[in-house]
C-alpha cells in the first residue's frame, strides 16, 4: 500500500516537473514574442497617427472624406487595432507561463511535504505549583444586608 503510493506521488511529481520545465523554457521565446508585439504596436501607432494627420490635410477644408480616404483610414485602424490584439495575447502568454511555473513549483513543494511530512510539534508541559490559598472560610456565605429585608 505505501509502495503504490509513493509509485504514485513519484510519478504525480514527474508529471509536474515536466510541466514546469516545459513553461520555464517556452518563457524567454514568450518574451521575445512580447517584445516584438510591443514594437509592432508601436508601429502601428506612428503609421496610424501619419495616416491621421495626412488624411486631415488631404480633407482640407471641405470636410468631406472620400471613400478612398475612409477606406485607408479604416484600414489602418484596423492593421493598429490588430496589433494591440497581437500585443495582449503575448502578454497573457507571457502571464500564463510564468503562473504555471509558479504553481507547479508549489503544488512541488506540497507533494515533498506530503513525501516527507514535517515532524508534529510536542507540547511541552511545565509544571506550575499553585500558591496556598489564605485562609478564608469558603462554607460560610454572606449575604447582603438590604437582600436580608426582603
Avoid: C
Wanted: glycine fraction near 4%; proline fraction near 5%; charged fraction near 25%.
Amino acid at each position: 500500500m505505501m509502495n503504490e503510493i509513493a509509485e504514485s506521488l513519484a510519478a504525480r511529481r514527474a508529471e509536474l516537473e515536466a510541466e514546469r520545465d516545459s513553461a520555464f523554457a517556452a518563457l524567454p521565446a514568450a518574451r521575445l514574442a512580447y517584445t516584438a508585439a510591443f514594437r509592432g504596436l508601436e508601429d502601428a501607432q506612428h503609421r496610424w497617427n501619419r495616416v491621421v494627420v495626412l488624411v486631415d490635410r488631404g480633407v482640407g477644408e471641405t470636410g468631406t472624406l472620400s471613400v478612398a480616404l475612409a477606406d485607408v483610414l479604416q484600414a489602418e485602424r484596423a492593421k493598429y487595432d490588430a496589433s494591440g490584439a497581437a500585443l495582449r495575447r503575448a502578454k497573457d502568454h507571457v502571464a500564463n507561463l510564468q503562473w504555471v511555473v509558479e504553481a507547479r513549483n508549489l503544488d512541488l513543494e506540497q507533494l515533498d511535504r506530503l513525501a516527507h511530512p514535517p515532524k508534529p510539534a510536542v507540547a511541552t508541559y511545565e509544571v506550575v505549583k499553585r500558591p496556598q490559598p489564605q485562609s478564608v472560610d469558603v462554607d460560610t456565605i454572606v449575604f447582603p444586608a438590604a437582600s436580608r429585608a426582603a
